[in-house]
T-cell receptor, first 118, second 114 residues
Framework: EAQVTQNPRYLITVTGKKLTVTCSQNMNHEYMSWYRQDPGLGLRQIYYSMNVEVTDKGDVPEGYKVSRKEKRNFPLILESPSPNQTSLYFC?????????????????FGPGTRLTVT | LAKTTQPISMDSYEGQEVNITCSHNNIATNDYITWYQQFPSQGPRFIIQGYKTKVTNEVASLFIPADRKSSTLSLPRVSLSDTAVYYCLVGDMGSGGGADGLTFGKGTHLIIQP
């Protein structure tokens, strides 16, 4: 089954304790992305990657790191989490435009990771 | 990135057709228009995508005028389960020129009543 998986699904941690949220996709997608969702603010992009070893900042990259050493994995790293990073996080993946027919380019989203930093 | 503007919320009733309009005045030549649906605590789900004129699939239609400065998502005969947030996105998603990240914005909260 084609899917994007995230782990953990729920995490409560304390300020300053490094954590990693994993994301994996089995669809051979080049493009992967991380979003955070907060009440009243919609979905905001944190980082994205167009291929292995290629990453770039989204709208809200401060306090986050990512890596793309393998095509299927795109972990999100919080080196020193703070309470303002308490949020619902989504990973997504897709083919790049031009690799699929027009009208079929879509992002597939993971189930989300609810992070609480105290 | 082309910025989009959508209504914050809309209400309708079961069995009605719902049209949600999105404005994107500075859409670029290579940009596509994509709509997603999101239920609470779930990731967004792709609904439909288009470039110009009209696109229809099994769940929705997308109307794009010739100037492409707006688009309208049309949901025929909605049901209670269509209550969700709907996002309009505009972008070229990696056509080779360096993909800008896609911005979802705040979306339109559609509430369907019995």
């Amino acid at each position: 089954e084609a899917q994007v998986t995230q782990n953990p699904r729920y995490l409560i941690t304390v300020t300053g304790k490094k954590l990693t949220v994993t994301c994996s996709q089995n669809m051979n997608h080049e493009y992967m992305s991380w979003y955070r969702q907060d009440p009243g603010l919609g979905l905001r992009q944190i980082y994205y990657s167009m291929n292995v070893e290629v990453t770039d900042k989204g709208d809200v990259p401060e306090g986050y790191k990512v890596s793309r050493k393998e095509k299927r994995n795109f972990p999100l790293i919080l080196e020193s989490p703070s309470p303002n990073q308490t949020s619902l996080y989504f990973c997504a993946s897709s083919f790049l435009m031009g690799q699929v027919p027009m009208g079929e380019h879509e992002q597939y989203f993971g189930p989300g990771t609810r992070l609480t930093v105290t | 990135l082309a910025k989009t503007t959508q209504p914050i919320s809309m209400d309708s009733y079961e069995g009605q057709e719902v049209n949600i309009t999105c404005s994107h005045n500075n859409i670029a030549t290579n940009d596509y228009i994509t709509w997603y649906q999101q239920f609470p605590s779930q990731g967004p789900r792709f609904i439909i995508q288009g470039y110009k004129t009209k696109v229809t699939n099994e769940v929705a239609s997308l109307f794009i005028p010739a100037d492409r400065k707006s688009s309208t998502l049309s949901l025929p005969r909605v049901s209670l389960s269509d209550t969700a947030v709907y996002y309009c996105l505009v972008g070229d998603m990696g056509s080779g020129g360096g993909a800008d990240g896609l911005t979802f914005g705040k979306g339109t909260h559609l509430i369907i009543q019995p």
